[in-house]
Every structure is written in structure tokens, then in C-alpha cells.
Nanobody, 119 residues
Framework: QVQLVESGGGLVQPGGSLRLSCAASGSRFSIAAMGWYRQAPGKQRELVAEVTSGGSTNYADSVKGRFTISRDNAKNTVILQMNSLKPEDTAIYYC?????????????WGQGTQVTVSS
């Protein structure tokens, strides 16, 4: 099992910045990727950004150029730096870890942290 603990959400004005952090503990064997998803009220959960164990990154088009994801493999921590925040970024943000073992994918989730962008 993998446990994920998130921190760093909150309320920020449009144009502001927030930094989300996620620390993984437990069995960290074969963690292929870590990332962040978000879910706004009435919408489906969507990928925001992810980074593989090899360092490759993938971003949602809506956050490219504004958000940056980074990973510390030694500490099993993933950071999401969010700049130029917009009201439409308001959502619950969930940390995600993907384990690939013998071709089988298992997803692990954090408890979620609220991000609210409002004046």
C-alpha cells in the first residue's frame, strides 16, 4: 500500500500563486508516476499534471505555462507550483501515485486539498 499526504491548499486571489506538496509513504516499490488531479463541483476529475519516475512531465492544456510539477524521487515527494491562478482553477486537488507491477496498474489517492481562487 501507498499512503499519500497532501498539503498547501487554500484561498488565493486571481493572479496569485500556491504550492501543493504530496509526500508518499508505505510501499514505494514500482511507483511509475506521481501527479495531481482536480475535481470542481459538478465536473469529472481531470488530470492536471504528472511526472514519471524518469522525469517526463505531462500537463493539461489549461495549465500549461502556469503550473509546474516536480518530483524528488529520494524523498518520494511531488510538488505542484501553481502561478497566475484563475477562478476556473478552483477545485479539490488530489495527489495520485501510479504503481505498475507485472503490467497491472494500481492508482493511489490522497485525501484531497481545496484550492479556491477568488477575489
Amino acid at each position: 500500500q501507498v499512503q499519500l499526504v497532501e498539503s498547501g491548499g487554500g484561498l488565493v486571489q486571481p493572479g496569485g500563486s500556491l504550492r501543493l506538496s504530496c509526500a508518499a509513504s508505505g510501499s514505494r516499490f514500482s511507483i511509475a508516476a506521481m501527479g495531481w488531479y482536480r475535481q470542481a463541483p459538478g465536473k469529472q476529475r481531470e488530470l492536471v499534471a504528472e511526472v514519471t519516475s524518469g522525469g517526463s512531465t505531462n500537463y493539461a492544456d489549461s495549465v500549461k505555462g502556469r503550473f509546474t510539477i516536480s518530483r524528488d524521487n529520494a524523498k518520494n515527494t511531488v510538488i505542484l507550483q501553481m502561478n497566475s491562478l484563475k477562478p476556473e482553477d478552483t477545485a479539490i486537488y488530489y495527489c495520485n501515485a501510479v504503481r505498475m507491477l507485472i503490467g497491472v496498474r494500481t492508482d493511489y489517492w490522497g485525501q484531497g486539498t481545496q484550492v479556491t481562487v477568488s477575489s
